[in-house]
């Protein structure tokens, strides 16, 4: 029943594009952890284009490396850069950012360090951690995962070729 749902088709096929990516397990869990990496940085926008950048300058794998940088999409994103802003204001020993009572130029720049100082210190400091966990995590899962041989769903019938009995 499942098989006939096309979000499962979609992620099976995702499953398998990742599995069957070409080089090393090292070279794909590299590029997935760059991925991991600036996908956790206050880069939202520009991520996929910074992370094809970088896997092109450090010769890693692009498809892995664009995989990692997903980590942050609309849904996850709030909760991502809220745990950041949260960590790096506790270690840098910030307050709460307070909105400004007048919506000036001047008033607007000083909450946007206020809020990016943290946000950027807590950002890197979880990608850090987070794309040397999935690198280790990769380098084991990757070659396991190239060995399983996932079979093919059965296609439905065409109309007019119903069973036969």
Known sequence: MYRRWPLARQLKLLVLKFMRLRGTPEE????????????????????????????????????????????TNPFT????????????????????????????????????????LPLTFGSLLWAILCSVAVYLAAIRIIPLAQKWKISRWPRRPRRGQGREL
Do not use: C
């Open 28 to 71: 794909v869990a590299k590029g997935l952890a760059l991925g991991i990496f600036i996908g956790l940085t206050p880069t939202f926008g520009f991520q996929m284009l910074l992370a094809v950048f970088l896997a092109v300058i450090l010769n890693e794998n692009k498809f892995a490396a664009v995989l990692g940088v997903w980590v």
């Open 77 to 116: 994103a709030p909760f991502i850069y809220a745990l950041e802003y949260e960590s790096g204001r506790i270690l840098l020993g910030m307050d709460y950012v307070r909105m400004p009572e007048s919506l000036s130029f001047s008033a607007l720049k000083s909450l946007g360090w206020e809020v990016m």
